[in-house]
């Protein structure tokens, strides 16, 4: 069946350094959405992209989605304490239900 | 409500016992999902709703596990003969009748099988 791969599993960084993390499907995808989870908490949408190449941005965040619309990335730029969490990405093959990828956990050191 | 509400949030129960897990969706919604997500894995898909139709049950592990919708609204997973690999956090999302749209999660029932 269709897996997401997402690196790293994990990652530390100094608060203020950038933070980039990686999704790769094993199919093409029709969209990829991103959800952040918090400690205890549940996912939280963040965005979703549907055309080949797209670049979206949300304030620190940039989300990109391959030319193939088999991979895409996060990045965060200068990152604060309330971007701790974990990152998942969610590819869709075409019906509604989504795969999700393993997942990035962020710790930062203030 | 204004989001999505599941119960209980925790749920313990001894091997063998059989368990029901409630999800009251965003109302509206149309699509219902439930997921199952092991301790720092992601949320793994096993079935899908729209409206009270199992449109999709390909993630169900076994056949003790069992969904239903039958009003197209609340949705009860129920899980049968319970044994310890089940132990994980149980997810509802709902999202609009469109196709792929973004999904809202519950918080989520934490289940415990001793």
């Known amino acids: 069946g269709q897996q997401v791969m997402q690196i790293p599993q994990y990652q530390h960084v100094q608060e203020g350094e950038d933070f980039t993390t990686y999704c790769n499907s094993s199919?093409?995808?029709?969209?990829i959405q991103w959800y952040k989870q918090r400690p205890g908490g549940h996912p939280v949408f963040l965005i979703q992209?549907?055309?080949?190449?797209e670049v979206k941005k949300q304030k620190r965040l940039t989300f990109q989605f391959g030319e193939a619309k088999k991979n895409s990335s996060l990045h965060i730029t200068a990152t604060q304490t309330t971007d701790v969490g974990t990152y998942f990405c969610?590819?869709?093959?075409?019906?509604?239900?989504?795969?999700f990828g393993q997942g990035t956990r962020l710790t930062i050191n203030p | 409500g204004a989001g999505v509400s599941q119960s209980p949030r925790y749920k313990v129960a001894k091997r063998g016992q059989d368990v029901a897990l409630r999800c009251d969706p965003i109302?509206?919604?149309?699509?219902l999902f439930w997921y199952q997500q092991a301790l720092g894995q992601g949320p793994e898909f096993l079935t899908y709703?729209?409206?009270?139709?199992?449109?999709?049950k390909s993630g169900l592990p076994s056949d003790r596990f069992f969904a239903e919708r039958p009003e197209g609204s609340v949705s009860t997973l129920k899980i049968q003969r319970t044994q310890q690999e089940d132990s994980a956090v149980y997810l509802c999302?709902?999202?609009?009748?469109?196709?792929?749209?973004?999904?809202?999660f519950g918080d989520g029932t934490r289940l415990s099988i001793l």
């Open positions: 709703f729209q409206n009270e139709a199992q449109l999709d």
């Open positions: 992209l549907v055309k080949s190449g």
């Open positions: 999302a709902s999202s609009p009748v469109d196709r792929n749209q973004p999904q809202h």
């Open positions: 969610a590819g869709s093959p075409g019906a509604q239900k989504l795969v």
């Open positions: 109302s509206g919604h149309v699509s």
């Open positions: 199919t093409t995808l029709s969209n």
